[in-house]
């Protein structure tokens, strides 16, 4: 899990593999054995971990590893206690030449978020109704509620804000999108759709829920045109957090209403956190597992007494009943305990992939690993390291958030693409696996 010196003068690149024949590429992987987790210092320092900075210090403290939290949890381990109201959008002096600058937003390009307060929205999410391309939702982190001119008993909206699962839609191919939030001025905490228009409801304080944060989103179609928002839910200075999914519909005028969300894995242990959640839906007609919703996460763990982080594996669950219930988590990690980013991806025969940024205990570099299940994820074929890399490190004094967690696809003839970024030697790609099928890019 260490970054090998070779690479101190890396490039930075795109690598896409094309798994074909993935049942004989797993079967080589059978002999991968589990191991314990790795012991930690006795000279390490104490964390506290009852907070998310504290548990975001001890990943950061831990030598050698690669893994850290998703950009949006080290965010909000930074905000404070009580964030103050927004200023308003500073006007610079000076304007760029380039295209990309400038205070409008020209044709092509159409407004989706619908916040015209400069408010932060950031890690967008998108996807398409596969029996109405028209028909589009997407979802972002969204600090909109900053820009809230209302009160909740004496305290300004824009005072309470933080990190909201947002969430925007679209029936015409993208043209336009809804919808905008306009809050009463004696706000109260609630789900009612004419109060908290782009947010999803039932997971913050001030939509109805009970953790101070969400977001992290994560979109999927059914076959039958509902669609799923995956997310987290949690506090910035107490333990509890969960996974969360929330159900909307569409009525026949095309209005979409989002139903109360499903926790999954919730919890209120200091030692466990839940990090980095995605979710995928069999919407292929006649598949054996037709409409199962299945969702992924990173189970983030930490020793009790020091705070120390002790692994990180990828933990999965499914739904059968349209999202209202979901089977009890469990780890699909096998051997590689220290991991992050997971993508599940379904193909037309109802197969499920699992990808994730994964490292086992005495690996010198990580690697892009696969699981997949054929019987609508009762069991698990062992981990596959589809190629090794080495994590890329954040863009310092930019707001961009870059990571190395994968992302995959299945074709209709039953192919699986999976591309993922990550620092290479500056003369030679560094990759495992057939040369036909691996890119640099």
């Keep these: 899990m260490k970054n090998p010196r070779s690479v101190s003068k890396a490039n930075r690149g795109l690598f896409c593999v094309r798994l074909a024949g993935a049942v004989t590429l797993i079967s080589a992987a059978a002999a991968m054995a ?15 971990i009852n907070t998310l900075a504290g548990k975001v210090a001890s990943l950061r403290g831990t030598a050698g590893l690669q893994i850290r939290f998703s950009a949006f949890l080290e965010q909000e381990s930074e905000e404070p206690d009580i964030i103050p109201p927004l200023t308003p959008p500073i006007t610079p002096t000076f304007v760029l030449s380039s295209p990309l600058d400038g205070t409008q937003i020209l044709p092509p390009n159409v407004l989706v978020n619908q916040d015209t307060a400069a408010a932060p929205q950031n890690e967008t999410a998108i996807a398409v109704d596969p029996n109405n391309p028209n028909r589009i939702v997407g979802g972002a982190n969204d600090y909109v509620t900053r820009t809230w001119s209302c009160f909740v008993n004496g305290t300004p909206c824009s005072a309470l804000g933080d990190g909201y699962s947002g969430t925007y839609y679209s029936n015409n191919g993208g043209s336009t999108w809804c919808c905008n939030s ?3 001025a004696n706000y109260t905490p609630t789900t009612d759709p004419a109060q908290i228009g782009t947010l999803i409801p039932g997971v913050e304080r001030l939509v109805g829920g009970q953790y101070d944060a969400g977001g992290d989103p994560a979109l999927a179609f059914d076959s039958q045109g509902r669609v799923f928002y995956a997310g987290l839910g949690f506090n910035r200075t107490s333990p509890p957090n969960t996974v969360t ?11 979409l209403t989002w139903g109360p969300p499903t926790f999954i894995n919730q919890t209120t242990s200091p030692s466990t956190l839940n990090d980095k959640e995605w ?3 069999d919407s292929h007609t006649g598949s054996p ?9 990173t189970r983030f763990i930490f020793q009790a007494g020091t705070g120390a982080y002790v692994q990180s ?23 590689v305990l220290y991991g992050q980013g997971s993508r599940p991806v379904v193909g037309p025969d109802g197969t499920l992939y699992v990808f994730w940024n994964g490292s086992t205990r005495l690996a010198s570099l990580n690697s892009t ?39 995959a696809a299945a074709a209709s003839n039953g192919d699986v693409y999976a591309t993922w970024n990550t620092e290479v030697d500056n003369t030679t790609p560094n990759y495992t696996g057939d040369p036909g099928c691996a890119y640099f890019i």
Excluded: C, E, H
Excluded at 289 to 297: A, G, K, L, M, S
């Design 313 to 335: 594996p990828i933990f999965f669950a499914y739904s059968t009943d349209q999202g209202a219930t979901f089977s009890t988590p469990k780890s699909i990690a096998g051997n």
């Design 34 to 48: 589990f191991v314990a987790a790795r012991p930690s210092s006795a000279a390490a320092p104490n964390y506290d």
């Design 369 to 407: 690993y696969m699981v997949k299940s054929s019987d609508g994820g009762a069991t698990w074929s062992p981990p596959l390291s589809v190629a090794t890399m080495t994590n890329i490190p954040g863009v310092r004094n930019t707001v961009f958030r870059v990571n190395s967690y994968p992302a």
């Design 279 to 281: 979710i995928a839906v």
């Design 182 to 184: 306009f809050p009463n």
């Design 245 to 255: 999914v929330n159900k909307g519909t569409f009525d026949g005028s095309g209005n």
């Design 289 to 297: 597992f037709q409409d199962r919703i299945y969702v992924t996460w």
